[in-house]
Structures are given as structure tokens and as C-alpha cells.
């Protein structure tokens, strides 16, 4: 109550006050008030300027395109056509821990504020905004939660979300480890609402949740609902294994989910994400699959010695059924297609100097891929998250820049191959990069390189997705602030020489030939505020 009364005072005084100070003595006094220790600020600020030869044909696309290249998203590569943009993005998060509760509860919430300069003003809509005269109402909810500790290191958190295939804490966890443990979130790596509970050990860690993917008639069972646990144990100074299980299941035949696009197994969300296309048709179906697997790391923070291991190995299995009958007494299904799966990978790092940024590392994935669709009753592929969301898992720490996703992006996320399932071929792939801090801490740079191989042809294309060779230099004002120069060209592989008809291929975006070999390059500048 007595800091209440000062501030009440203190705005008194500077309200009779203000009107007879000129403004630059005014500006230039301290307040004499302490920080509200209660409330926390942060925020993620990036403006990046982005040349390159890739474009989405939509005219309705320019405010955000999210999906594989070449895919449903109409993305297209030109020798004649050059895109040049300039973007920003920031992501303020704002933290409520009252002391009334001692730290048992915090309210978290974060936004998303992004456009691409010059592209409109007075409106109102999501990824707009910067035109002159500017104005547009431009504010999307990203998280809203409210995290409850009732007893030591358990905590439970309710709402709106992050759902990542990791054990850790990602309110309380760097995002580069997120994105090298666990599942790396190849699986599952965005927002949904629900409720998670997890509890710490020193040496342990366990999670379990419950999330709706998709609320549809409330009075019916015809929603989108996902189960998780997750577990992870320290068995030495250096080596740590977890494992999990996830189920979902689906009840919604592909309604709802991203706009006009929907979501689930059978929708054009499918296309979009470069995941497979269950092709159901306007019929309604029921699906349940679940999620097996494994994990480990060594030295995953890379404190205790030069090397750094991680990997996971994991299954899907399931079935869907779609509709036979629609009795007045009961509902009969047939079954549709089984569903077996799997992914691995293997990343190891070795950092040769004295700062993280001087390292070599080599990263390795494998998933499985279907070779006669569902004319076998059984999808042998891969299914993640991006099959209900857009994008619904993030596998962005590759080092790939156009090959597979990468972490730079404000408004475009558009690589060649947008998820692990490879459209359901599958694939091979590997990334070396090596990074060296020319000044430590200061000035850093890094090469890299990329190759990817499909498991299963496309009709009349090879097993070669493409070739691509990266690189970077960045330069730290300080503490999270950095002047970041990137590049990456990819050379396209005869996957992209598939024809299925006469108006070509859905590998190749429709072309009747192979797709120019796509490039980029961007400035950019980034900050991470606290």
C-alpha cells in the first residue's frame, strides 16, 4: 500500500507540474521509482532485408506464405524475376508473478507484431502493416498462460501454449537447446491450448498433456485432441536418455484448422506442408495415431567437453477409418489405411576453440517413405505436426537454409523440404557446418553445406531432392544484438524431374521440367530484449 500512495504522490505532483516544466527539463530528471519486480518485459526484435529468386504466383500470398516450395502455396523459382523485401518482426512477452503468491503463480502472455514494410495501412488483418501512414491493426495472440507451482519444482501450466517435443521447460529453456533435444521439434513445434504438468529432479524430468488441436461442435465428438508424456533421465555426467509416447486422435474429417485449408490427414493443408495427402475424399473419417520413441544427448549444454551427441529414433503408428454406413442405429467404417513410420537422427558437435560459436557439426536424419501410397492399405511414411497446423513442427537447426527450414524468418517459411515425411517419399539427409569465432564473442562466421536424398522415387523423377551450399557472418553489438549477413543457394536433383501427368507434377510446382535452382541472401539485425 505505501508504494500504491507514492505512486498515487508522484503522479499528483507531475500532473501539476507538467504543463509549467518545459519539455526538455522535464525529460531530463529521473524518476525516483524502483522497477515493479513483479512484472517482466522481454521481447524478440528482427528487421531483415531478404533478395531472392522465389515467389508465390497467389496474389492473395504476400502477406504471409508458410509451406513447402513448389507446394500448394504456389512458390515458384525465376531466372527472370528477383523478390526484394524488406521485414520485421517483434514478439513481446509480457510476465505477471504477483508476491501475493510468492512465485506459485505467473501469467505469461506474447504477441506477435510482423509485416513487410510498405504492404498496408489502415486495416486490419495479421502479417500487414508498414505502409505509409501506417495504422493497421496487426496483433496476433501467440501464448496465453497461466503457470501454477503448488509445490516444489511441479509445475502446471493452462492455455494457450508452447507444444515442443522436448522434456524441457520452454519458458525456462534457451531455444537452442529446445531445437537439439528431444525430437528437436520435427514433430511437434508450435502454440495450442490445453494443460501440461510437469515436475524437475536434479537428475530427472517428466511431462504429461493434454491438448485440443481443434474444438469443433461442442456437443459432439468431432475434434482434433492430442496426448503427450515425456520423460528424460540423467544416467551420467554426461549422457542423458528419455523417451515418450503421444496419441491423437481425430474426429474432424479435415474440418477446421488453417482457413480455408483446414487440417488433418485428408486436407490441402497436406499440399501446403509438404506432408502426404491422404486422399479420402469428401468422406468422413476417424483416425488414431500414436507417437513412440526415444531420445538421448550428451553434453547437450556443450560445457563439459569438446563433444556434443544427440539423437532420437522414433515410430508412428495407427489407423484411420473412413465412413461406410450412417445407420440410424449405429455407424459402420471401413478400414482406410494402417499407419507405420519412422524417423531417426544423429547430430554430433565438436567445438575445437574456446567460445561456442567455433565448432564443426554434422547432422544426419533418415525417416521412411511410402512407395504405393494407400493401394496397399498401409502408409509407411512419417506424420507429424504439420499435417493439423501451418506450421505445426519446426525442424529449423539443420543448418540448411533452402534444403530443409531455418530459423530466420518473419513472414516467409518456404524450404524445399518443410517436414521430416518428405510429401510421405521420405528422405536422407545430411548437413556439415563449421563455424569459427574470428573475433570471440564478437565477430563469427560460418559455412555450410546440405544434401538430401528421397527413399522413394516420385513418378518419373530420381532420388536426388538437391545440393546446397550456405554461409553466414555475424557480427554482436553486445548481448543478444547482432548484424547478421546470410546467403545459401540450392542446386535441385532429378526428384524434381517427376511427371505424373500432363500438366506435370506436384513435386515441381506443375512444371512439365525441372524448377530453377532457388537462392537467397539477407541482411539482417536482431535483439533479444530483457
Given at each position: 500500500m505505501r508504494k500504491l500512495a507514492e505512486l498515487a504522490m508522484l503522479l499528483l505532483v507531475s500532473t501539476g507540474t507538467f504543463a509549467q516544466l518545459p519539455t526538455n527539463q522535464y525529460f531530463s530528471k529521473e524518476v525516483p521509482l524502483k522497477a515493479n519486480k513483479e512484472f517482466q518485459f522481454m521481447a524478440f526484435y528482427i528487421t531483415?532485408?531478404?533478395?531472392s529468386n522465389i515467389y508465390p504466383e497467389n496474389d492473395f500470398l504476400k502477406g504471409q506464405v508458410v509451406g513447402r516450395l513448389f507446394g500448394g502455396n504456389t512458390t515458384k523459382t525465376s531466372n527472370e524475376l528477383t523478390s526484394a523485401y524488406i521485414e520485421q518482426r517483434l514478439i513481446p512477452f509480457f510476465i505477471y508473478s504477483p508476491?501475493?503468491?510468492?512465485?506459485?503463480?505467473?501469467?505469461?502472455?506474447?504477441f506477435e507484431l510482423d509485416w513487410t514494410w510498405g504492404d498496408a495501412a489502415y486495416g486490419a488483418g495479421g502479417n500487414f502493416g508498414g505502409a505509409f501512414s501506417a495504422d493497421q491493426v496487426n496483433l496476433q495472440t501467440q501464448n496465453l498462460e497461466l503457470e501454477l507451482n503448488p509445490v516444489k519444482d511441479l509445475y502446471v501450466n493452462l492455455g494457450l501454449q508452447r507444444i515442443f517435443d522436448t522434456p524441457y521447460n520452454p519458458y525456462k529453456t534457451l531455444f537452442d537447446k529446445m531445437t537439439t533435444t528431444g525430437y528437436r521439434l520435427a514433430y511437434f513445434g508450435t502454440d495450442g491450448v490445453g494443460v501440461s504438468v510437469r515436475k524437475d529432479w536434479d537428475f530427472a524430468r517428466i511431462k504429461t498433456g493434454y491438448y485440443k488441436l481443434y474444438e469443433n461442435y461442442i456437443q459432439l465428438d468431432d475434434d482434433v485432441t492430442l496426448f503427450?508424456?515425456?520423460?528424460?533421465?540423467?544416467?551420467?555426467?554426461?549422457?542423458?536418455?528419455?523417451?515418450?509416447?503421444?496419441?491423437?486422435?481425430?474426429?474432424?474429417s479435415g474440418a477446421g484448422g488453417v482457413s480455408i485449408l483446414s487440417q488433418g490427414l485428408n486436407s490441402l493443408l497436406a499440399t501446403h506442408n509438404g506432408v502426404y495427402k491422404f486422399n479420402f475424399g469428401n468422406v468422413p473419417y476417424k483416425a488414431d495415431v500414436a507417437w513412440l520413441?526415444?531420445?538421448f544427448g550428451r553434453n547437450t549444454e556443450h560445457w563439459i567437453d569438446p563433444w556434443m551427441v544427440t539423437g532420437f529414433l522414433n515410430f508412428n503408428i495407427g489407423t484411420a477409418d473412413t465412413l461406410k454406413n450412417q445407420l440410424v442405429s449405429k455407424t459402420e467404417w471401413n478400414r482406410a489405411t494402417d499407419i507405420f513410420g519412422y524417423a531417426a537422427n544423429v547430430r554430433a558437435s565438436y567445438r575445437y576453440g574456446q567460445t561456442p560459436n567455433?565448432?564443426?557439426?554434422?547432422?544426419?536424419?533418415?525417416?521412411?517413405?511410402d512407395a504405393n501410397g494407400l493401394s496397399d492399405g498401409k502408409y509407411s511414411g512419417v506424420i507429424t505436426g504439420n499435417q493439423w497446423g501451418a506450421p505445426g513442427a519446426i525442424f529449423i537447426s539443420s543448418g540448411s537454409y533452402l534444403l530443409m527450414p531455418h530459423g530466420?524468418?518473419?513472414?516467409?517459411?518456404?524450404?524445399?523440404?518443410m517436414d521430416i515425411s518428405n510429401m510421405g517419399y521420405g528422405m536422407t539427409a545430411a548437413t556439415l557446418n563449421a563455424s569459427r569465432g574470428i573475433i570471440p564473442n564478437l565477430l563469427n562466421a560460418k559455412i555450410g553445406g546440405a544434401v538430401a536424398m528421397s527413399n522413394v522415387k516420385p513418378s518419373g523423377g530420381g532420388q536426388l531432392i538437391g545440393t546446397e551450399i550456405n554461409g553466414n557472418i555475424a557480427y554482436n553489438f553486445g548481448p543478444f544484438?547482432?548484424?547478421?549477413?546470410?546467403?545459401?543457394?540450392?542446386?535441385?536433383?532429378?526428384?524434381?524431374?517427376?511427371?505424373q501427368s500432363a500438366y506435370g507434377s506436384p513435386v515441381n510446382g506443375g512444371l512439365?521440367?525441372?524448377?530453377?535452382?532457388p537462392w537467397t541472401a539477407f541482411l539482417v539485425f536482431k535483439w533479444l530484449l530483457f
Open positions: 531483415q532485408a531478404v533478395t508476491n501475493l503468491f510468492n512465485g506459485k503463480a505467473t501469467l505469461r502472455a506474447s503427450e508424456l515425456t520423460g528424460e533421465k540423467d544416467v551420467s555426467r554426461n549422457w542423458k536418455i528419455g523417451g515418450s509416447a503421444y496419441y491423437l486422435a481425430d474426429r474432424a520413441g526415444t531420445f567455433d565448432n564443426v557439426t554434422l547432422d544426419v536424419i533418415h525417416s521412411s517413405g530466420n524468418v518473419v513472414n516467409r517459411f518456404t524450404p524445399a523440404i544484438m547482432s548484424l547478421e549477413l546470410h546467403g545459401a543457394y540450392l542446386m535441385l536433383g532429378n526428384f524434381y524431374d517427376s511427371k512439365d521440367t525441372r524448377p530453377v535452382n
